[in-house]
């Protein structure tokens, strides 16, 4: 898959949150190699990792591969549970297919309470 960078700067980050008062911030993503076969980011991914580890103050990616015969309502909170005991965690879901991605949102939906990372400087006056 090729990616034309004026298209989108950013992804979406979202906060997952549990009923226990822990969250922790994710982002989804597809598997994107680059030309030696390298597993690589897409800059919109790379600018929304670099965006969020600075707004929630986390300090780590957790990688989370997710391939298309997993089991996602099992594999996926199996993910964000773990994250959420790792203080400064962020998890970056690398999905195998668009469809994969779309019904893992649709697994961390029912699971969790989401809600999307913003900058909250940005409507201060500071």
């Known amino acids: ?29 597809l598997m994107m190699v680059d030309d030696q076969n ?7 991914v790379s600018a929304s990792i670099d965006r969020t580890l ?27 549970d773990r994250a959420m005991k790792i203080l400064g965690a962020l998890v970056l879901f690398r999905c195998e297919s668009p469809e994969t991605a779309e019904n893992l ?10 809600t999307l990372v913003k900058d909250q400087r940005s409507a201060s006056d500071e």
């Open 38 to 44: 390298k597993a690589a980011l897409p800059p919109a």
């Open 54 to 80: 600075s707004i929630t103050g986390t300090e780590g990616v957790a990688f989370a591969n997710v391939y298309n015969v997993e089991r996602l309502e099992v594999v996926v909170p199996a993910h964000i």
């Open 1 to 29: 898959m090729m990616f034309n960078e004026d298209d989108m700067k950013f992804v979406p980050a979202y906060y997952a949150a549990n009923g226990k008062g822990q969250h922790v911030p994710f982002i989804v993503s």
């Open 105 to 114: 949102m649709g697994v961390m939906n029912e699971a969790y309470t989401l």
